[in-house]
C-alpha cells in the first residue's frame, strides 16, 4: 500500500464545452422557456400580494 494511491482520486478534466451554433428549433425553445420564466415571475408574484392561502388550522 503506497501513499500515492490512498486518499481522495483527483476527477479527470472535462474539455471545454465548444460553443455550439443555435438553429431555429433551439431559438425558439429557448424564447419560450424565456416566455414560461417570465409568466411564472408575474404569477409568483401575483400570489404572494395575496397572502398565505391556508389560513385555517385543526
Known amino acids: 500500500m503506497s501513499g500515492r494511491e490512498s486518499g481522495k482520486k483527483k ?33 409568483k408574484a401575483k400570489a404572494a400580494g395575496k397572502g398565505t392561502l391556508a389560513t385555517g388550522g385543526i
Do not use: N, T, V
Open 11 to 43: 476527477p479527470l478534466k472535462q474539455p471545454k464545452k465548444q460553443a455550439k451554433e443555435m438553429d431555429e428549433e433551439d431559438k425558439a425553445l429557448e424564447q419560450k422557456q424565456k416566455a414560461e420564466q417570465k409568466k411564472l415571475e408575474e404569477l
